[in-house]
């Protein structure tokens, strides 16, 4: 295996499961493909999944125990803990769509989604930090993996991993957080109210990413983007893409009210549960 490879690296990543050092890794696996260090080659499987750490411990999704009330200290720590496991995951999902499908997608494809990988650790590192700063720690609660199961259903397909990851469950963050942002600021906690700003803001440019580069695979394919979105969320999304969605943030990332009207479902539910405020649902 060349260690100067780009599949080769990433790969050494995913498998890495402690925390800091993923980041760290992470941070470097881009620094060096930036720089010209890394040759655009992909010589080695992405593995079926990620290494993980001893903690969190990972729970089936209907295992989970519930947060508790939304604006007590105990339910706060523990919708941060469950955004730093999502950011902490989505750091793997986007070092696998480049590892995986860069050599069918090219140098602008890995380019994106390497950029995505250095964002996601970036967030993950300020949860992290503000979970030890609030007095816990990444890893001081359950969570699960329920996101790496869309990673699996649509290892398979590049399109089917743009319609489901970046179009539908990173869309969600988009409607959820700034709601999420609300609920910090009511009670004082702006600091995490500004890291969950600029998570939102920079999710906006990873599903336009996401959006882009279905509209050009669909061009090349000869397919129209919403119908073969439309298809593909039925085919190996499990959950619902419901409402109330955030209009102009997903207009600002490439979704259209028209694109969306193909997906959604017509129920639009009368709160937003708890366990929709993590990053869009316990699925994302």
């Not at 720590?77 to 499908?101: C, N, P």
């Not at 489901?164 to 109210?193: H, K, Q």
């Amino acid at each position: 295996m060349n260690d100067t490879s780009l599949g080769a690296a990433i790969r050494k990543t995913m498998l890495t499961a402690n925390p800091l050092a993923k980041v760290m890794m992470t941070r470097d696996l881009v620094r060096r493909w930036r720089a010209g260090k890394l040759a655009f080659a992909f010589d080695v499987a992405m593995p079926d999944a990620p290494a993980r750490p001893e903690k969190p411990e990972l729970l089936p999704p209907n295992a989970m125990p519930r947060r508790g009330r939304g604006g007590s200290e105990r339910g706060r720590l523990a919708l941060l803990h469950a955004l730093a496991h999502i950011e902490f995951v989505a750091i793997d999902l986007a070092l696998d769509a480049a590892g995986r499908f860069g050599a069918e997608m090219g140098r602008d494809f890995v380019d994106d989604w390497l950029s995505v990988a250095a964002d996601e650790a970036m967030h993950f590192s300020l949860l992290a930090r503000r979970l030890r700063t609030l007095g816990s720690f990444y890893g001081a609660m359950p969570a699960h993996d329920g996101l790496w199961d869309a990673a699996r259903e649509t290892a398979h397909d590049v399109a089917a991993r743009l319609a489901v990851v970046p179009m539908v469950l990173e869309a969600r963050a988009l409607d959820v957080t700034p709601m999420t942002v609300e609920r910090f600021l009511a009670v004082g906690d702006e600091r995490s109210a500004r890291i969950l700003q600029r998570i939102v803001d920079d999710e906006i440019r990873h599903v336009r990413f996401g959006t882009t580069q279905f509209a050009a695979l669909c061009k090349i394919r000869g397919e129209s983007p919403a119908d073969l979105w439309k298809t593909l969320v039925q085919r190996h999304f499990r959950g619902l893409v419901k409402p109330p969605f955030n209009d102009s943030a997903r207009r600002s990332a490439g979704l259209s009210r028209e694109m969306m009207a193909g997906v959604a479902t017509p129920q639009r539910p009368p709160h937003t549960p708890m366990h929709e405020m993590a990053g869009g649902s316990d699925q994302l």
